[in-house]
């Protein structure tokens, strides 16, 4: 199982927590996990080279983790757009694998 965490303080994400496998398939043809890693990772990638946003982060397999650190107004206003569609996407592959996707909001 795949959970990915969003943790959010006034109304905003402000930390994405991404663990384990989703064990739809072993590793290389496991669609599922790899979905769901294209999605965290292309957020964090999204937030960093485009919206331009300080952040901070941890990896390792099946592991990541990242915060957002910047509070100006537009790249936060970015990162906003970035991260809602990161969980849009996210909770739309969970409704299709419950027993492999799990998205939480922590507030």
Known sequence: MTTIRCYHE???IFRVEAKGHAGYASDGPDV???????LVQGALL???EVAKV??????SDGFLLFDILDSNIST???ADIILETMC???RDIEKDYPAHVKLEDYY
Do not use: P
């Open 54 to 59: 300080s952040v901070s982060q941890k990896y």
């Open 32 to 38: 599922v996990c790899a979905a769901v890693s294209t």
């Open 76 to 78: 936060r206003h970015s």
């Open 10 to 12: 006034n109304g905003k």
């Open 46 to 48: 999204g937030l960093i």
């Open 88 to 90: 849009v996407a996210i």
